[in-house]
């Protein structure tokens, strides 16, 4: 499918990248592959099954490190290649379990020493992955300066393996390519629930309003149009948050990736009047309060996070729109209160305000939009709004199809939720 598709290319004033070999269809895939090496989330290392990624509560443990956690026997197995030496680093580390990017190193590393192993069938190798050492600060350097002592603490008596890795790629160098170059794993409602390194991937440039976009089930990483791509065009995703300031997209791509973004986007500061709408000392107010509120939703403090958001979002009411990006999160955080709390009529009146803006800044087929209409599609149905439900799933629907296709459990959940709609609407 790779080489039918696209084509690794020199991009002028990007260096390496990825362009089509054909015209390519809105919601046709591109390409789609599993990772070379990845890792769960900290945060999900008790809910998330190693091997596929299922999430449960009952998950079964591994006897030996008491950290990796399998939905059933089979995926133990198959996991197992990958988790056997890491078993013994975990082991040795209990209860500490060291951060996400030392975890996917270590695999890498273990997967470079194993003589069967290789990425030769990828257009773009570890050992050409960009580690950007020279155009980092001091500050970040000695950051990752920590992260090694931290992996060569985990790897203990592995470490004198690693003088057989191929030249270039130390644990140092290693780390800092992955920082550049992993992708986080996100399930189907976009949480990030794990990291990956998908060699070939790492080629696609950044635009902040790309022509691609990539979708996950399980580890498996799917690349798709979400516009008509000519030949010869470059294919591009998105590394940032498109519900950020020019100014803060380019200050983040700068410090995460050592690149200024020159996108049509940033150069004409597109939304960002929109996005910091209404009176500067009030959403100031209110983006300093978001992180607490944050540290709320982590630790499921319902109560205490719906409160403190409603009593903001009265307070501003009058001072700043729904639109501007700081109450847009708000919103965002106290629908997630108001489920937890099943105080769904609340949750829907929030949800409905949260979706005009999302309309706003996702105006392409855009898996955030759809996955938002999804939501407030299931408070309409659960609330029996069905003719409203109807709306939703099938805006949720059209935009799934190209964005994450047709067989996608989640495109199969918002098709069964219509059925079901269509179907209650019937006997009314």
Same mark, same amino acid.
């Given at each position: 499918?790779?080489?039918?598709?696209?084509?690794?290319?020199?991009?002028?004033?990007?260096?390496?990248?990825?362009?089509?070999?054909?015209?390519?269809?809105?919601?046709?895939?591109?390409?789609?592959?599993?990772?070379?090496?990845?890792?769960?989330?900290?945060?999900?290392?008790?809910?998330?099954?190693?091997?596929?990624?299922?999430?449960?509560?009952?998950?079964?443990?591994?006897?030996?490190?008491?950290?990796?956690?399998?939905?059933?026997?089979?995926?133990?197995?198959?996991?197992?290649?990958?988790?056997?030496?890491?078993?013994?680093?975990?082991?040795?580390?209990?209860?500490?379990?060291?951060?996400?990017?030392?975890?996917?190193?270590?695999?890498?590393?273990?997967?470079?020493?194993?003589?069967?192993?290789?990425?030769?069938?990828?257009?773009?190798?570890?050992?050409?992955?960009?580690?950007?050492?020279?155009?980092?600060?001091?500050?970040?350097?000695?950051?990752?300066?920590?992260?090694?002592?931290?992996?060569?603490?985990?790897?203990?008596?592995?470490?004198?393996?690693?003088?057989?890795?191929?030249?270039?790629?130390?644990?140092?160098?290693?780390?800092?390519?992955?920082?550049?170059?992993?992708?986080?794993?996100?399930?189907?409602?976009?949480?990030?629930?794990?990291?990956?390194?998908?060699?070939?991937?790492?080629?696609?440039?950044?635009?902040?309003?790309?022509?691609?976009?990539?979708?996950?089930?399980?580890?498996?990483?799917?690349?798709?149009?979400?516009?008509?791509?000519?030949?010869?065009?470059?294919?591009?995703?998105?590394?940032?948050?498109?519900?950020?300031?020019?100014?803060?997209?380019?200050?983040?791509?700068?410090?995460?990736?050592?690149?200024?973004?020159?996108?049509?986007?940033?150069?004409?500061?597109?939304?960002?009047?929109?996005?910091?709408?209404?009176?500067?000392?009030?959403?100031?107010?209110?983006?300093?309060?978001?992180?607490?509120?944050?540290?709320?939703?982590?630790?499921?403090?319902?109560?205490?996070?719906?409160?403190?958001?409603?009593?903001?979002?009265?307070? &501003?009411?009058?001072?700043?729109?729904?639109?501007?990006?700081?109450?847009?999160?708000?919103?965002?955080?106290?629908?997630?209160?108001?489920?937890?709390?099943?105080?769904?009529?609340?949750?829907?009146?929030?949800?409905?305000?949260?979706?005009?803006? &999302?309309?706003?800044?996702?105006?392409?087929?855009?898996?955030?939009?759809?996955?938002?209409?999804?939501?407030?599609?299931?408070?309409?149905?659960?609330?029996?709004?069905?003719?409203?439900?109807?709306?939703?799933?099938?805006?949720? &629907?059209?935009?799934?199809?190209?964005?994450?296709?047709?067989?996608?459990?989640?495109?199969?959940?918002?098709?069964?939720?219509?059925?079901?709609?269509?179907?209650?609407?019937?006997?009314?």
């Amino acid at each position: 499918m790779m080489a039918v598709n696209m084509e690794r290319f020199v991009s002028e004033a990007k260096g390496n990248g990825l362009r089509a070999l054909r015209e390519i269809k809105a919601g046709e895939v591109i390409h789609s592959c599993e990772p070379y090496a990845f890792c769960i989330a900290k945060d999900f290392l008790k809910t998330t099954c190693q091997s596929c990624l299922k999430r449960g509560e009952s998950l079964s443990r591994c006897s030996q490190c008491k950290t990796a956690r399998y939905c059933s026997v089979q995926c133990q197995k198959q996991a197992w290649p990958d988790h056997k030496r890491e078993c013994k680093c975990l082991k040795r580390l209990q209860p500490r379990i060291p951060t996400d990017s030392v975890r996917l190193v270590t695999r890498i590393i273990f997967k470079l020493l194993s003589q069967s192993e290789s990425d030769q069938e990828e257009l773009h190798s570890i050992a050409e992955h960009q580690s950007h050492l020279a155009d980092m600060s001091e500050e970040k350097k000695e950051g990752l300066g920590h992260l090694c002592t931290t992996l060569q603490v985990y790897l203990g008596e592995e470490n004198h393996d690693l003088s057989q890795l191929p030249p270039g790629l130390d644990p140092i160098s290693l780390l800092a390519r992955v920082t550049c170059n992993c992708f986080s794993i996100s399930d189907g409602e976009l949480q990030d629930v794990g990291v990956g390194l998908y060699p070939s991937m790492s080629l696609l440039n950044h635009d902040c309003q790309p022509n691609c976009v990539m979708i996950f089930e399980g580890k498996r990483l799917t690349l798709r149009a979400v516009r008509l791509i000519r030949p010869c065009e470059e294919l591009t995703i998105s590394y940032t948050d498109i519900l950020a300031t020019s100014k803060e997209r380019r200050s983040h791509l700068q410090e995460q990736y050592h690149f200024l973004c020159q996108c049509t986007r940033c150069s004409t500061e597109d939304k960002d009047c929109d996005m910091l709408a209404g009176e500067k000392t009030a959403w100031t107010s209110l983006r300093e309060a978001i992180p607490h509120l944050e540290q709320l939703q982590s630790e499921q403090r319902w109560e205490e996070l719906l409160k403190e958001s409603q009593a903001l979002l009265h307070r &501003y009411a009058d001072a700043i729109p729904d639109r501007n990006i700081y109450v847009l999160r708000l919103l965002d955080l106290a629908i997630d209160a108001c489920i937890s709390l099943d105080d769904y009529e609340t949750a829907l009146e929030y949800g409905n305000r949260a979706l005009e803006s &999302y309309k706003l800044y996702y105006s392409d087929p855009h898996p955030s939009r759809a996955v938002e209409l999804l939501r407030v599609g299931k408070l309409q149905h659960y609330l029996g709004r069905l003719e409203e439900a109807q709306g939703s799933f099938t805006q949720a &629907y059209d935009i799934m199809k190209v964005t994450h296709g047709t067989a996608h459990a989640l495109t199969n959940e918002v098709r069964r939720k219509l059925s079901e709609c269509q179907a209650e609407l019937g006997r009314v």
